[in-house]
């Protein structure tokens, strides 16, 4: 797991808006999206990889 707080520099993957979500997979792929593309997204990442680590500072950010 990365539990470095997401800052201002980290990109979201689908559009390069500030990313607010960080999805980790077991064989440690790794996602960073804004919190549309992780609505977007994290149900078919879920369903692909039942171990999905779910690292959500969106409440962070605020």
């Not at 919190?35 to 990442?45: E, I, Y």
Request: glycine share 4%; proline share 5%; charged share 25%.
């Amino acid at each position: 797991m990365d539990p470095r707080p997401l800052t201002k520099l980290d990109r979201c993957d689908a559009c390069s808006a500030q990313a607010h979500v960080r999805l980790i997979t077991d064989d440690g792929g790794e996602w960073l999206f804004c919190n549309h593309h992780d609505n977007q997204h994290r149900s078919a990442l879920w369903l692909k990889y039942p171990g999905l680590f779910v690292d959500d500072q969106s409440e962070a950010s605020v």
